[in-house]
């Protein structure tokens, strides 16, 4: 016996106490369970472009700490987790990682859940999406739709800014001092069709 600790051995077993016991899972209403008080923490969605810096570990360190202490204040508390996993920098990472963006793209989700699974967070797992599903984007379609249907949607020229390295038109938020801020390129002004 040693009093050293020992974190894969100790957090490992109580890891797999909490998945079996489903100790952060949370019933719907009317399905039985606990009936106390309820709540929701929600953070923002990991890009899966890679896998999680100590940048993501502070981020969803402190919804842990705000799940933990409701659960310790009686509270029943609905986490869920998604990745934002639809769009340029999921393309961004396939071309970097030379593979299909389904691939790279679920490689990733894959590594970051069993990353989130070791750390231990209080995380509901039987209610996790992710946004390059058709399950998740025929609802932001049909919402698209709806707003067209409604005349919220319309094309316009505009000028857009155009990152000639990679490809594709920038956010205003995505260009510093004229520069891509993903690949340090000089950025162009183009004349395109946007819809707004
Ligand atoms: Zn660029």
Redesign the pocket.
């Known amino acids: 016996m040693t009093d050293r600790y020992d974190p894969q051995a100790i957090e490992a077993k109580w890891q797999d106490v909490w998945r079996a016991e489903r100790a952060f899972n949370v019933p719907n209403p009317g399905s039985g369970g606990a009936a106390a008080e309820k709540t929701y923490v929600l953070e923002m969605l990991p890009y899966p472009s890679g896998e999680l810096h100590m940048g993501h570990v502070r981020n969803y360190m402190l919804g842990e700490v705000v799940t933990h202490f409701r659960r310790r204040h009686g509270y029943q508390v609905l986490r869920p987790m998604g990745f934002d996993s639809f769009g340029l920098p999921s393309e961004n990472a396939a071309i970097q990682q030379g593979a299909h963006p389904r691939v790279v793209t679920e490689r990733n989700i894959a590594a970051i859940r069993a990353q989130m699974e070791r750390l231990g967070w209080a995380i509901d797992w039987d209610r996790v999406l992710a946004t390059h599903e058709p399950a998740y984007y025929r609802w932001t379609q049909w919402l698209f739709l709806k707003f067209f249907e409604h005349g919220h949607v319309y094309r316009k020229q505009v000028a857009v800014k155009w990152?000639p390295?990679?490809q594709?038109v920038?956010a205003n938020e995505q260009v510093i001092d004229g520069h891509?801020e993903?690949?340090?390129?000089e950025v162009e002004a183009r004349r395109g069709r946007s819809a707004s």
């Not at 993903?182 to 390129?185: D, E, F, I």
């Open positions: 990152c390295n990679d594709t920038l891509c993903r690949c340090g390129a």
